[in-house]
């Protein structure tokens, strides 16, 4: 794009000197060429540090644009990935319509299969002494929901539960959601370690799960549960 020159800056336009203004003096003549050489060489030189500012100028409005721009997909991509993680599932054979998020339309929520529960069983282990020494202060992450029958139920995931960590993921961690998000797509047929606590009758209960991103499932996403920020 063409930057426009400073209407301050007004370059000479004199003609250029003519052999016939100078009849029988070459070396005038050469001498007014060097002069008008040494003008115009002059002027470039102007015209590039003006050239050389607008430039800059223009990278400078390009780079707050551009810093703009990445700051507006920041703030969509957290709500995208939120939205990703939502995992409503398939129409039930035995009940009377879609099921979503685990809910059927009239309000009860399904119970888990026992396939499910006795995978749920296995899955569950109290965390070690060294988990327990290294537990994060602070949740990174909350599950809203778990589909039945998914990936996030078979590892024992409940609503309700608090995510401190998710695979080397947590509240410490740049990115939060979008963190967790690049490392479930990584992780295809992986388990990944998760350490959650969760309100019980008999009180607060840290547990470490071994949660497996599977596509295929019979839901949408490769988890099967809907997680918000902590």
């Excluded at 009940?95 to 529960?117: D, F, I, L, R, Y």
């Excluded at 947590?170 to 959601?177: A, D, F, H, M, Y």
């Excluded at 799960?209 to 902590?230: F, Q, V």
Aim: charged fraction near 20%.
């Amino acid at each position: 794009m063409a930057l426009p020159v400073p209407t301050e800056f007004n370059p000479t336009t004199l003609p250029l000197p003519h052999p016939d203004a100078y009849p029988g003096e070459p070396r005038e003549f050469a001498m007014a060429l060097m002069q008008r050489k040494d003008e115009i060489e002059k002027e470039i030189d102007t015209l590039k540090d003006i050239l050389a500012s607008y430039a800059i100028r223009h990278a400078r409005a390009a780079l707050a644009r551009l810093y703009n721009d990445r700051q507006a997909v920041v703030d969509l991509l957290a709500p995208a990935l939120e939205a990703a993680f939502d995992a409503p599932e398939a129409p039930s054979s035995s009940g009377s319509g879609p099921m979503v998020n685990g809910v059927k339309p009239n309000g009860h929520v399904t119970e888990p299969s026992a396939t499910a529960s006795a995978s749920t069983s296995t899955s569950r282990t109290v965390p070690t002494a060294s988990e327990q020494s290294a537990w994060p202060e602070r949740a990174v992450a909350r599950v809203n929901s778990v589909a039945p029958g998914s990936p996030a139920e078979d590892a024992g995931l409940q609503a309700g539960d608090m995510i401190y960590s998710f695979g080397e993921v947590s509240s410490t961690t740049s990115g939060g959601l979008q963190a967790v998000g690049a490392l479930v797509a990584h992780s295809e047929g992986v388990s990944i370690p998760i350490l959650v606590e969760r309100q019980s009758p008999a009180g607060i209960q840290r547990i470490s799960l071994g949660l497996t991103p599977r596509n295929g499932w019979g839901g949408r996403g490769s988890l099967g549960c809907h997680i918000l920020p902590a």
